[in-house]
Nanobody, 116 residues
Framework: QVQLVESGGGLVQPGESLRLSCAAS????????MGWYRQAPGAERELVAT???????RYTNSVKGRFTISRDTAENTLYLQMNSLKPEDTAVYYC??????????WGQGTQVTVSS
């Protein structure tokens, strides 16, 4: 069973930065894609950023230019660098991993709160 463990969330002020980490229990190179979703209170889960194994990255419009998704294959870890954070970025952030013919794997989530 694949395990994904997120860390790095917290409480920050608007304009500040956070880096989320997602440590996988096996080689992240084995996944077809990995990425980040978020869910704000009362809202549906939203795809924030994704990184297919074939290369390239995709972001939801609201975070383009502010968030960067990256990975370290030696550490089997996925990252989400979040800069210029806004109150509307407040949510629980979930890491996911996708492998063809298998259900998505999910982390437990990490809370990000942006407030002055």
């Amino acid at each position: 069973q694949v395990q994904l463990v997120e860390s790095g969330g917290g409480l920050v002020q608007p304009g500040e930065s956070l880096r989320l980490s997602c440590a996988a229990s096996e080689s992240i190179s084995s996944f077809n894609a990995m990425g980040w979703y978020r869910q704000a209170p009362g809202a549906e889960r939203e795809l924030v950023a994704t990184r297919p194994s074939s290369g390239g990255t995709r972001y939801t419009n609201s975070v383009k230019g502010r968030f960067t998704i990256s990975r370290d294959t030696a550490e089997n870890t996925l990252y989400l660098q979040m800069n210029s954070l806004k109150p509307e970025d407040t949510a629980v952030y979930y890491c996911y991993a996708f492998r063809a013919s298998y259900p998505y794997y999910w982390g437990q989530g990490t809370q990000v709160t942006v407030s002055s």
